[in-house]
Structures are given as C-alpha cells and as structure tokens.
C-alpha cells in the first residue's frame, strides 16, 4: 500500500513539475513586435498618426517577414490545445453535411443545381435541360479547377441568353479581384477572353455577344466603373461605360427579371441613381433614370410599359411602391401604387408576368403579399408560427406562377419552399438537416409575448421552450 502512496505522489510531483516546465517554456515565447514608422494622415481637417501604416504594403519582404513571425508565434502559443483543436474540428465537422445540394432552380429552359461531394472542398455547378430526369451538364467543377492554387474561389456565374456561353470570376488570392473569362458550353473550350481586376459578375445582352462588367480600383477595390467587352476581343480594347468618381459610391450592371434593359446602379449610404439601357441596343447610351438627390433611395423593376419603384421619396421613411412610364422616369412622373404606411415597413418587390409580390414587415414580423395583375383578389401568405422569418429566394423566372421563398423559426430550421400563386399551393422543397443529435421540432413550442416599456411602447418577445416544460420560473433561459 505504501509503495503505492508513493507511486502515486511521484507521479502526481512529476505531473506537476511537467505541467510548471510547460508554462515557462510558454512564457519564454517571446511575440514579435512591429517597428513604428510614424505617418501622419489628415482627414476633415483632423491630423491623426497612424505607426503601422506601412503594414498595408502587401507587397514589402519586411511585412511578410513580420506576418511570417506572428503565425510562427501563433503556432508556438498554440501547440498545447491542438488535441483540443482537432477535436473542435472535427464536431464542427460531424454537424455539416458534406454531400448536400441546392434546390434546383429553373431559368430560361434549364434546371441550375449547386452540389458538395463527400470530403471534397469546392462546390460543382451543373444543368439539366427542361427536366430534372435529364442527363447532368457539368458546368464547373471547382474541386478540379482548385488543384494547384493555394486559394480558389468561383462567382458571379452569366448564362448567355442563347445558353451556349457562361461568363464566371476566379479569384486564386483571396483578393475579392475577379477576372472573368467566359466558357463555350457546347465545347467545353475555356475561349481567349480574359478581363482582370472586376467584381466577377457580368450580364449579357440580347445579342450573346457583348458583356457588361464592373470594375475595381486597384488600390481601394471600391466598384467604380463599368464596361462594354465585344466577345473574342483583348480586355484592353473594352469601353468604359461609365465611371463613378465620388468615393462615397459604388456601382454595380446588371440586367433586370424582363430581360428588356441593362441597368448600372450607384449606391452610397443615403442615396442611390440609376442609368437604364435596353439590352438589344448594347452600343446605344445609358440614360440617367431619375439623378441622384442626397437622401433619396430607390431601386426599379420593370413591367410591360411601366417601372416600378420602391422608394423612400416624399419623406416615405417607411418606403413606397411608385410607377412611371416607361419613357418618363424622372421623379416628377412618378405615382404611388402602394402608399406610404407608418406601420409597415416595405422591405421589396418581386415581379412577376401575372402576379407583383410584396415583400413587407409589420409589428416586427415578414409578410408576403401576393397581388395578380388582373385584380382578381390580393392576399398574404399564410404561417402558423407565431414567430417567424420569410423572405423571397431564387425567383428568376420572370413566366411561371411558382413563388419561392425562406422560412426558418426557432424551431424551424431553416427551409426552401415553393408556393403556387394560382392554386394557393405550397411544397417544401428543403429543410435543413440538424446533425449531430436527435431534434425533433415537433417536441417545442413557439410563442411571441408583448413587453410594455416605460414609454408605453409594445416590445415583441419570442420564445421557445420544449413541450411539457413546467412553467414555475425556475427554468434557465438561454437569451
């Protein structure tokens, strides 16, 4: 027994011995320290000193010398929780599911699907045409395209309207500077274009061979400029369309659900302008929609002869739909469509050939308002949930009577479901998977509780607790 008493206070001295030797070989690790270089920067007439300005020179041997020295400290600190480290990891892991897929969407003739494989990195863009039983058309596998790059990131994806292009971004520094190329998908050939430094999204127009792209300032990589580029042509032969020189802006083009008009945005904090041209005349000039006004925010869709444009115009802090004709844009020709409401917020719009669905939030819950065009009787989407968020999705297709939009709740998780606009009919396409356990939302309930504050204002309260919880006020909350 007392050579085991002694064992035992041995190894216990020895453990702690060990453990003490490991915090100060810990402590001796000394961090490395930047040098100052004192620069002085004036903004507003405020003259600041910044010491570690130079650290911005991507560039300089002396600042990658120094990022080098900080993770090799990083490393050292660090070693004693890597079991911990792994083992984070790896629950982390176990809670996402590596073969998942988007839910397919369906754009002029053609089922778009993004899909993960089991223990690859990189996502597979693929299409089937009319049908979801056709044959897979892979459009980009990343997994393959990644090999050999130390960082790859694939975006802003533009299938020409013929379907026989596909312009896409690559970004292979983790820089969020894209150059865009584009792929023949009849051939699979990857064509001679390449058009570096943008934003990596683009839009065609009518014609399949022009392309509209934005820009990047090397320095700042605020959007600033966009360009017109003539398929089979060098980069440096594109023109500038447009170029946004208040630093407070970005710009953006894209080409909007009709299909009908090419427009650029510019957007600041309090303020927004846009320039419209149609899509089959890309060599014409971009007219100025309504010009910029600071403090006047507004977006546009179109339809038939008509825009429509949700706006914060006329002191609408809470935001109105408006219409104009379709050659009279400036605000003076605008109209309100959906007034201005105190209590309700009017967060956007979807277009659509027969119905405009309105996407609002009213004592702090989304609503989605169906409207067909033919008046035949507007309503709201129904939810049971007390407590709830919606919010429209992927609805590219401009002709089909099919909504899509998102529905999580606290107990809920998040889900991608369809809705008939004609038959009131709905089909939830995905729900997420909760891995690494046993839920069941059915085991919780929902509630939303009004607070009243001093002021005498309603503050709205949701709660979820599992069924069958007795409620004496003894129970944790989580909040």
């Known amino acids: 027994m007392k050579k085991i008493i002694i064992a035992s206070v041995i190894l216990m001295f020895s453990t702690s011995i060990h453990s003490q030797n490991k915090k100060k070989k810990m402590n001796t690790i000394q961090p490395p320290v930047a040098k100052i270089i004192p620069k002085k920067l004036e903004k507003h007439g405020d003259v600041r000193t910044d010491n570690y300005y130079w650290l911005n020179e991507r560039e300089n041997p002396e600042v990658i010398d120094y990022l080098n020295k900080e993770n090799e400290y990083y490393q050292k600190s660090t070693v004693h929780t890597k079991a911990f480290q792994d083992d984070l990891f790896l629950e982390m892991k176990a809670r996402i599911k590596e073969d998942d897929s988007s839910v397919p969407y369906f754009y002029n003739e053609y089922w778009y699907i993004t899909r993960f494989e089991t223990g690859k990195d990189y996502p597979i863009y693929a299409r ?56 023949n998908l009849e051939t699979g050939e990857i064509l ?35 360009f017109k580029h003539k ?69 546009i869709s179109f339809y038939k002869d008509k825009f429509y444009i949700l706006t914060n115009a006329d002191k609408a802090t809470n935001f109105k739909l408006m219409t104009t004709p379709e050659n009279a844009t400036s605000k003076e020709n605008w109209t309100d469509l ?120 309603k503050i709205p309260m949701s709660i979820v607790y599992r069924k069958g919880i007795k409620k004496d006020g003894k129970n944790p909350v989580l909040q």
Not at 424 to 444: A, H, M
């Open 128 to 183: 089937k045409k009319g049908s979801l039983d056709a044959k897979e058309e892979i459009l980009f596998d990343c997994n393959e395209m990644a090999k050999g790059h130390a960082y790859f990131n694939l975006s802003g994806m533009s299938v020409s309207g013929d379907n026989k292009l596909v312009a896409f971004g690559l970004d292979l520094v983790s820089r969020r500077q894209y150059t865009i190329q584009i792929k």
């Open 192 to 226: 001679s274009d390449k058009i570096e430094n943008t934003t990596g999204g683009s839009s065609w127009s009518t014609d399949n061979k022009t392309l509209f792209y934005t820009g990047k300032d090397a320095q700042t990589l605020r959007s600033d400029k966009v």
């Open 231 to 299: 398929l089979g042509t060098n980069a440096s032969e594109d023109v500038l369309v447009f170029h946004e020189k208040d630093d407070t802006y970005n710009t953006f083009v894209y080409k909007e659900k009709s299909k009908k008009y090419i427009i650029i945005g510019s957007g600041s904090t309090l303020t927004t302008e846009y320039q419209i041209l149609e899509a089959d005349n890309p060599d014409g000039k971009f007219r100025v929609f309504q010009p910029r006004t600071r403090g006047l925010e507004y977006s």
């Open 338 to 457: 959906i007034p201005h409401r105190k209590d309700v917020l009017l967060e956007g719009i979807e277009i659509f050939k027969n119905y405009l669905v309105v996407e609002e939030r009213s004592n702090g819950l989304n609503k989605i308002q169906i409207k067909p065009w033919d008046g035949s009787g507007d309503y709201y989407l129904p939810f049971n949930s007390e407590t709830y968020t919606c919010y429209t999705t992927s609805n590219v297709d401009f002709d089909t009577d099919i909504l899509r939009y998102g529905y999580q709740s606290m107990a809920t998780p998040s889900s991608v479901i369809d809705f008939n606009m004609k038959t009131k009919e709905k089909t939830i396409l995905k729900e997420q998977e909760v891995l690494g356990g046993k839920f069941d939302k059915n085991n919780y309930t929902e509630e939303r509780i009004w607070a009243t504050a001093t002021d005498g204002t």
